[in-house]
């Protein structure tokens, strides 16, 4: 299948622009909702945001859920475990991601995800899309996605110092039901607030529209948060936040394919625990002084069976980062260093270990050269250490410049542009990885990104709009030769991707629609990437329109609707070995549903329903692994079904 060059796709979003603003009357009073914090798009701008308030509209329940309205991030899959991140077609392995501050590196499973998240604490998630910001952090390949979880301080109304939020959600599809509780309060003088959450959920094996069993998808999960923020003095804060999150459940062997006879259900439980220290001190006296220091560490552990055996997989991180800002002038300098430790190891009759650092140092500057001009600038270096499986010791470093601009044409109207480089160096391989015959190429070297992007911004009275081109290039990508292979090396070809992306907002009134399209090809061995070849690291989501109506009909009820259309990408052609293999993945459509109800005329109790796959459709996400099922000798090779529809109810009691 031939790539279309991005710059011909640039002529079709310019064409949707022009279909929506003829079909829109722009009143002068009203205001644009900050749906997406799209400002510029820049190094310096977030490419997209996602709010606590989108979260509670969808109640999420996973990584899916999470970034379903999000046209530019996919997590596919029915499979909690299996999901996996994908910003760009880029996976969550060439990108940076935090919790907090901490970094989440290193993967237990290959045929699992990365990151396991309980949406009800986040405050907001911020993304940043390809490779950007120094400050973004190491390895970030692909962009970064940064969950920032909720403050006491969200919870409590003013003048309150002491609350309670009991939440009950009830799921129609699996029998699911949730249970949390949070308790929350500060001091009378307010310099200290802390709150502590506990959840409980499960829920029975989903169905796929077609009222099949999804087998492996059921789950109990056990969550417990503790954060303390207090004010040391005026200008110094220091919060500890702890998080352990438990799953267990009967889960397939490989959850990111279905069951087949060679991959069936086994008990299997995951536990991560995190503990992480943000500090911050700015002097109100001296804008040189806005230092940063976040100190984390986290314990990612699971453990499966697989006919009979017991396996136990783990991965240790911990780190440092010490960030300062600076303001000069037309200049606002940012700079820092970051430390990471990695340790994975493999348990089953043998103890396998790895072990891996990586130390950075990095500076930003943002530049105000006249009142419409902003230029952005930067670098990091970042130096990786290995000690493999073997043994064997790797040292690989490098330097990441990025350069940015955004001109104003006027108050509404910007122009941006921008070019960023990353580096990624051999780091630990996901601890289910770990056993004799593993080992990694004598000459393996770095892998490098640049990212180049185009893009321009407008927003007046009720009228958001953002678009851009973009071409990705991950060079000397680290993997395997083939899937099953266990040796890795750098490939001698490059992952590149070409995209656009157009973001539209308007509100009318009440009511706030929106438009969000991306279309992307990856290219890899002058083939298209698919996840169960490339896994964690690239893959090729379809063309996926999203489009939104919120109505806000009063200050007590809201509803909306939201619908995500993927466009198929048919006749994959790729060879695997010896293999030549054709593949399909189906186009597909979802429309979600939601309400909110505060029928005290407060918060104090609120009501939420939301459908989700409203018209129950039959589909795979594309952000799962294709269906490789028709070529001889693949028949286990497949992600499973999508759940049908799901009808989720709950109720949530503050006091």
């Known amino acids: 299948m031939s790539s279309p060059s991005v710059f011909t ?18 009143a002068e009073e009203a ?7 799209v400002e510029g798009r ?32 996919t997590a596919g899959g029915s499979v909690k475990m299996g999901q996996k991140i994908y910003v760009r077609n880029i996976g969550e392995d060439a990108l940076n991601i935090t919790i907090d501050g901490a970094e989440q590196a290193g993967s237990i499973f290959h045929h699992t995800g990365r990151i396991t998240i309980e949406p009800e604490l986040l405050k907001r998630v911020e993304i940043e899309a390809g490779a950007a910001n120094a400050t973004s952090g190491p390895g970030a390949l692909g962009g970064s996605v940064r969950f920032i979880t909720k403050d006491p301080s969200d919870l409590l109304k003013d003048g309150q110092n002491l609350g309670a939020l009991l939440k009950s959600t009830v799921s129609s599809n699996g029998d699911g039901i949730k249970n949390s509780a949070t308790i929350y309060g500060r001091t009378s003088s307010a310099k200290t607030e802390a709150m502590l959450h506990l959840t409980d959920s499960s829920h029975n094996n989903y169905e796929d529209a077609d009222d099949n069993e999804i087998k492996g998808t059921e789950l109990d999960e056990t969550l417990g948060f503790l954060k303390i923020k207090t004010h040391l003095t005026d200008e110094q804060t220091l919060s500890v936040t702890y998080e352990d999150l438990t799953e267990e459940g009967d889960v397939l062997y490989k959850p990111e394919h279905f069951a087949s006879a060679g991959n069936v259900e086994e008990p299997t439980s995951g536990d991560r625990q995190t503990t992480t220290l943000n500090y911050r001190f700015t002097d109100f006296n001296n804008d040189l002084l806005d230092t940063k220091v976040t100190v984390y560490q986290t314990n990612n552990e699971q453990s499966r069976e697989y006919t009979g055996t017991k396996y136990t997989g783990n991965v240790e991180t911990s780190g440092l980062t010490i960030e300062n800002t600076s303001l000069s002038n037309q200049h606002e300098v940012t700079y820092g260093i970051n430390y990471r430790n990695d340790e994975s190891y493999f348990k089953e009759t043998t103890k396998y ?14 530049i105000e050269v006249t009142q419409k001009l902003m230029l952005s600038a930067g670098a990091r270096y970042d130096q990786y250490e290995l000690t493999d499986v073997n043994d064997s010791e790797f040292s690989e470093g490098g330097l990441s410049p990025n350069i940015g601009a955004v001109y104003h044409i006027n108050d509404a109207l910007n122009v941006t542009a921008n070019y960023a480089q990353a580096l990624r160096g051999p780091e630990i391989k996901d601890a289910y990885k770990l056993s004799t015959g593993i080992s990694n190429a004598d000459d393996l070297q770095a892998e490098t990104a640049n990212n180049l992007e185009l893009g321009v911004n407008y927003r007046k009275n009720q009228l958001a709009f953002g678009a851009g081109i973009y071409k990705s290039t991950i060079k000397d990508g680290i993997g395997t030769e083939l899937p099953w292979s266990k040796v890795s090396d750098n490939y001698e070809f ?68 939201s619908a995500e259309f993927v466009k198929g990408i048919h006749n994959i052609h790729q060879t695997v ?56 000798g693949y028949g286990s090779i497949s992600g499973s079904a999508s759940a049908g529809r799901d009808i989720r109810l709950s109720a949530a009691l503050k006091f």
């Open 577 to 632: 070995g010896t293999s030549d293999l054709e593949v399909d993945k189906p186009g597909y459509a979802v429309h979600n549903l939601y309400a909110k109800w505060l029928p005290l005329g407060d918060d104090q109790l609120t009501l939420s329903l939301s459908v989700n796959n409203l018209f129950n459709k039959q589909y795979i996400s594309h952000a799962s692994v294709a269906d490789y099922t028709a070529n001889t």
């Open 31 to 37: 205001t644009v909702l900050d749906e997406l914090k």
């Open 9 to 26: 796709k640039s002529l079709l979003a310019t064409a949707i622009f022009q279909a929506a603003l003829s079909t829109q009357a722009i």
């Open 494 to 561: 490059d992952i590149e991707t070409e995209g656009f992306y157009l973001d539209l907002t308007y509100q009318m009134d009440k009511l706030l629609a929106g438009l969000h399209f991306h279309s992307a090809d990856t290219i890899a061995n002058k083939q298209i990437a698919t996840r169960y070849v490339y896994g964690s690291t690239a893959n090729s989501i379809g063309d996926t329109l999203v489009l939104s109506l919120d109505y806000q009909a009063s200050n007590t009820f809201e509803a909306g609707w």
């Open 353 to 366: 270990v790895e072990k891996g650092t990586v130390v950075g140092i990095y500076i930003q500057d943002n």
């Open 42 to 73: 820049a190094i310096t701008e977030l490419d997209q945001a996602i709010s606590s308030e989108d979260i509670d509209k969808s109640q999420a329940t996973d990584l899916a859920g999470l970034f379903r309205n999000k046209s530019e991030v």
